[in-house]
């Protein structure tokens, strides 16, 4: 129905930026809310950043004043820009994503993850 696909991931060193890229696909007519998640080993799925159609944004604490989402509707992109990386980022990042296709039925959808790790 609405597959989203990931990218951007990759090996840092502390300090440094990574943009990950994700582009929904399908039949879409609308994306609501679209996200950031991540999943480090061991730990819970936790939210990392959100966007909304509107132009709203949230972020978790330990991303605010590094983390940067942002969204191209007309790629039914959404992009998450990560600066100052901490070795604490390390994990994979899912995508998230919620809309309406063109038939009218609302859907969820999540990307298959791109890994980000952060070491010297």
């Known amino acids: 129905q609405v597959q989203l696909v990931e990218s951007g991931g990759g090996l840092v060193q502390p300090g440094g930026s990574l943009r990950l890229s994700c582009a929904a696909s399908?039949?879409?007519?609308?994306?609501?809310?679209m996200g950031w998640y991540r999943q480090a080993p061991g730990r819970q799925r936790e939210l990392v950043a959100v966007?909304?159609?509107?132009?709203?944004?949230n972020y978790a604490d330990s991303v605010k004043g590094r983390f940067t989402i942002s969204r191209d509707n007309a790629k039914n992109t959404v992009y998450l820009q990560m600066d100052s990386l901490k070795p604490e980022d390390t994990a994979v990042y899912y995508c998230?994503?919620?809309?309406?296709?063109?038939?009218?039925?609302?859907?969820?959808?999540w990307g298959q993850g791109t890994q980000v790790t952060v070491s010297s």
């Open positions: 998230n994503a919620g809309g309406v296709t063109k038939s009218g039925h609302g859907f969820g959808s």
């Open positions: 399908g039949s879409i007519f609308r994306l609501n809310t």
């Open positions: 966007s909304t159609s509107v132009g709203s944004t």
